[in-house]
């Protein structure tokens, strides 16, 4: 089991630029969640995802974000455009319920300048 | 709807002693509660969770945690600090019939062991 894979693990961009951040989940596994986690904030969950439908966006900070989840093995955490308090690591997890605990990947460190 | 609050953002404890991390939690319904560790320039990892039955559960590398509803918390233990639990603790929680397992975490607790 190659975990829950995040890319790239590692963005710079400029203030204004496109950011897309992607995710593979565990394999069988069928909610996925993306979390932001700052300094100031924490852990903030921004959505997630159940049989790839989205079922709580309400933590989406403003419509700058967006997020899709075509098929069970690919997501995509989108922000358009970006600014510099969006750095931020970035992390998605996957999980299979009622009982199993949440499988984080190993985050994307974004900077936007 | 859930929240959690972790008592101390850093702990400092020297290598061998007691680890101590404090943990309450509020819920609306019976509560799901885990424990993540976060080493740096990683996820976070699970260490151990509790669900239903016996209150105190084991998690890996020693550590446990004891589920106290009347005082609503669950604080995680560990002996005998060593110096590869340096690294940050997160405490979370989510309903029991929460789709999906959406967990609230606490704020973290960064622990720094001393030789």
């Known amino acids: 089991d190659a975990g829950v894979i995040q890319s790239p693990r590692h963005e710079v961009t400029e203030m204004g630029q496109e950011v897309t951040l992607r995710c593979k989940p565990i394999?069988?596994?069928?909610?996925l969640f993306w979390y932001r986690q700052t300094m100031m904030r924490g852990l903030e969950l921004l959505i997630y995802f159940n049989n790839n439908v989205p079922i709580d966006d309400s933590g989406m900070p403003e419509d700058r974000f967006s997020a899709k989840m075509p098929n069970a093995s690919f997501s995509t955490l989108k922000i358009q455009p970006s600014e510099p308090r969006d750095s931020a690591v970035y992390f998605c997890?996957?999980?299979?319920?009622?009982?199993?605990?949440?499988?984080f990947g190993n985050g994307t460190r974004l900077t936007v300048t | 709807a859930q929240s959690v609050t972790q008592l101390g953002s850093h702990v400092s404890v020297s290598e061998g002693a007691l680890v101590l991390l404090r943990c309450n939690y509020s819920s609306s319904v019976p509560p799901y509660l885990f424990w993540y560790v976060q080493y740096p320039n990683q996820g976070l990892q699970l260490l151990l969770k509790?669900?239903?039955?016996?209150?105190l559960v084991k998690g890996i590398n020693g550590f446990e945690a004891e589920f106290k509803k009347s005082e609503t918390s669950f604080h995680l233990t560990k002996p005998s600090a060593h110096m590869s639990d340096a690294a940050e603790y997160f405490c979370?929680?989510?309903?029991?019939?929460?789709?999906?397992?959406?967990?609230?975490f606490g704020g973290g607790t960064r622990v720094l062991v001393k030789p």
């Open positions: 394999s069988g596994h069928n909610s």
């Open positions: 979370a929680v989510s309903g029991l019939r929460a789709a999906g397992n959406k967990l609230t």
């Open positions: 509790y669900t239903t039955g016996a209150t």
């Open positions: 997890a996957s999980s299979s319920p009622p009982n199993s605990p949440l499988h």
